[in-house]
């Protein structure tokens, strides 16, 4: 994608957070890790008008696709950044995909997981900085 | 590789998303597909299609010439008037579908996809053999918006030096529009009502009269809407989109073009016994609608299942933001045309439960599009 009026834009990257490749973020709260992706994924996206939550229960593993993404004109896979057991999905994004967009790291999370190796997971993932890094090589 | 810049570039680049469609450098979306698809439904919105090709046809022979590469009746046609129709191999496989439009006895427009318009132009040429026809590629000397919408009419008359509304559908005619000199048809690719409007004598390369007239449609109150729009509006309307729903594996018969390959011509024209063989035997697949019943979105190239049996693929899917529904065009077995039918699609992992529904258009005809009732 060349980039044109929506990439131009401001891209947000909140600290705390640890992000994948791919632009799903991971946020450790207590025991649990919240999932979601970037800023940067959504914009790209655009207008989402549907998303495939994981499975409550599920076990999971780092990397694996476990539910989409959907704009008008595309589907974006969404790899899990952690392993572990899926703990709650956030079923208002059945109603209201477009929270996505417009708080991707708040209102718009996509699932809570119970890690099993965090740790070994954190490992793999990119700090906000370095994110930041990531996102400003693919903008040009 | 540099991407080819059409008429309307210089907005493009100003105000949308530009993407690389083909070869050219489009915009997906200016402020978004959702409210551009409904500026088109609910009042007017413009699109950018001067990289679609345009060709004149000329010469003594231009009817016959032209009844024998189009399926359609291009002798039926008075001057003035235009008509939908496909090109097809002599096997009957699809080469494009185009309009042709009549300017006089000896002087056709035809138009067909962007991104055919290399192989469309050698195709005409090597089947201009044995007729007396010249062929002039104008796509780059001419540019080409489309305003389209319940209010297009309205939306173009302010700028117009005449009132569009004299110009039936499918008629052309030349008006002169923020002073230039333009055919206007009254035609589209929205389901709509409104108009494709040829800006004459404007080269690619200074395209000031096209530029011109998009601001002025801006400024009077049109959308700019992009290619995004373009494909959910088209979809929502059932009408076919070449790579997707037709192409040279696909014949008019299954694709539900019969209406337009006209057996009762007298003449010869490239797939006609093809065609008729087909009509015999009857077809082993047809273009059919789905509608999903569960949650999802069916995209061009999912499976479509009758429990454990694969059926069939979609050619054309996504969602539909005036229905609210998730909508596709796949290929069936003619036994399941019927609409009601359950199927289901093939989504990553999942089968979702879908049905057959009309599909050309997939919304009611009395609120939307170009049949409805102005209230």
């Not at chain 1, 708080?103 to 954190?122: H, L, Q, T």
Request: glycine share 10%.
């Amino acid at each position: 994608m060349e980039e044109g009026k929506g990439m131009t834009d401001e891209v947000k990257v909140e600290t705390g957070l640890y992000y994948t490749n791919e632009h799903e973020w991971a946020k450790p709260s207590e025991d649990i890790v919240v999932i979601g992706i970037s800023d940067y994924a959504q914009s790209q996206l655009h207008e989402i008008v549907y998303v495939e939550l994981p499975k409550k229960d599920a076990a999971i593993a780092q990397g694996e696709a476990i539910g989409a993404v959907e704009s008008v004109k595309a589907v974006s896979d969404f790899y899990s950044p952690v392993t572990g057991t899926v703990f709650e999905v956030n079923e208002a994004l059945m109603d209201s995909p477009e929270k996505i967009n417009s708080d991707p790291y708040g209102e718009g999370w996509i699932a809570k997981v119970k890690p099993s190796n965090w740790d070994a997971n954190v490992a793999k993932l990119m700090d906000a900085e370095k994110y930041k890094q990531h996102i400003t090589t693919l903008k040009h | 590789m540099e991407l080819r810049k059409t008429h309307i570039y210089q907005y493009h680049a100003e105000h949308g998303n530009v993407i690389d469609f083909g070869g050219f450098a489009m915009p997906v979306w200016y402020e978004g597909i959702i409210p551009e698809h409904k500026a088109v439904r609910e009042t007017c919105g413009i699109f950018d299609t001067s990289h679609m090709g345009r060709v004149y046809a000329e010469g003594p022979e231009v009817v016959k010439f032209l009844d024998y590469v189009d399926t359609n009746d291009i002798g039926a046609l008075i001057d003035g008037k235009g008509v939908y129709g496909v090109m097809c191999k002599p096997d009957g496989g699809i080469v494009d579908d185009l309009i042709v439009y009549r300017q006089s006895a000896e002087k056709f427009l035809v138009v067909y996809n962007a991104g055919n318009r290399a192989k469309d132009f050698a195709w005409l040429q090597k089947n201009t053999k044995g007729f007396k026809v010249k062929l002039t590629d104008m796509s780059d000397k001419v540019g080409m918006i489309a305003i389209q919408g319940p209010k297009a009419a309205e939306v173009l008359a302010k700028i117009a030096a005449t009132d569009p509304n004299a110009i039936e559908r499918f008629n052309i005619a030349p008006i002169k529009i923020s002073g230039f000199d333009c055919l206007t048809a009254r035609t589209g690719y929205t389901g709509e009502d409104g108009f494709e409007v040829f800006i004459l004598e404007d080269p690619v390369t200074a395209p000031a009269k096209s530029l011109k007239i998009w601001n002025d449609l801006v400024t009077v109150g049109a959308e700019p809407c992009g290619l995004g729009a373009r494909d959910s509006l088209r979809l929502e309307a059932g009408l076919w989109l070449y790579g997707n729903d037709i192409d040279e594996t696909t014949n008019p018969i299954e694709a539900g073009l019969k209406w337009v390959v006209k057996m009762k011509k007298s003449s010869y024209f490239n797939g006609r016994k093809a065609l008729e063989g087909i009509i015999e035997k009857g077809v082993s697949r047809t273009l059919v609608g789905i509608t999903l019943t569960e949650r999802g979105i069916p995209r061009h190239g999912y499976e479509v299942y009758d429990g454990e049996k694969k059926i069939g693929v979609i050619t054309s899917g996504g969602v539909a933001p005036i229905l609210n529904e998730s909508i596709a065009l796949a290929y069936l077995p003619p036994e399941y045309k019927e609409p009601g039918k359950e199927v289901q699609v093939k989504i990553r992992t999942n089968l979702v439960k879908g049905k057959i529904v009309k599909h050309h258009p997939f919304y009611d005809e009395s609120k939307y599009g170009w049949k409805r009732v102005k209230a």
